[in-house]
C-alpha cells in the first residue's frame, strides 16, 4: 500500500508560480509511475503530467506543456509539479497518483489563480 500526500496549493495571480509536492511512502518505488491530475469546478477529472520513478521519463498534457514541470528526489519520495504561468483556467483541486491504473490517490490540494 503505497500513501501519497499532496502539499503546495493556494491562492496565486494569473501568470504566478506555486510549486506541488507528492510526498509518497509505503514501499520501494522501482518501476512506479507518479502522475498529477486535476479536476476544476463542474469539469471532469483530467491528466496533467505524469514521471517514471526508475527513468525519470516525463510526459505532458497539452494543456500544461511548457508552462508545468514534474520532476522527483527519489531521496525524498517527492515529486513535484512546478508550475509557471498559471493562468486563471488551471483553477482545480490537483491530485497525485500513482501504481498499475492509477491505483494509489492522494486526498488533493486546492490551487485558485485569480485573473
Known amino acids: 500500500q503505497v500513501q501519497l500526500i499532496e502539499s503546495g496549493g493556494g491562492v496565486v495571480q494569473a501568470g504566478g508560480s506555486l510549486r506541488l509536492s507528492c510526498a509518497a511512502s509505503?514501499?520501494?518505488?522501482?518501476?512506479?509511475?507518479v502522475g498529477w491530475f486535476r479536476r476544476a469546478p463542474g469539469k471532469e477529472r483530467e491528466f496533467v503530467a505524469r514521471?517514471?520513478?526508475?527513468?525519470?521519463?516525463?510526459y505532458y498534457a497539452d494543456s500544461v506543456k511548457g508552462r508545468f514541470t514534474i520532476s522527483r528526489d527519489s531521496a525524498k519520495n517527492t515529486v513535484y509539479l512546478q508550475m509557471n504561468s498559471l493562468k486563471p483556467e488551471d483553477t482545480a483541486v490537483y491530485y497525485c497518483?500513482?501504481?498499475?491504473?492509477?491505483?494509489?490517490w492522494g486526498q488533493g490540494t486546492q490551487v485558485t489563480v485569480s485573473s
Open positions: 497518483a500513482g501504481g498499475d491504473r492509477w491505483r494509489d
Open positions: 514521471i517514471t520513478w526508475t527513468h525519470g521519463i516525463r
Open positions: 509505503g514501499r520501494t518505488f522501482t518501476n512506479y509511475v
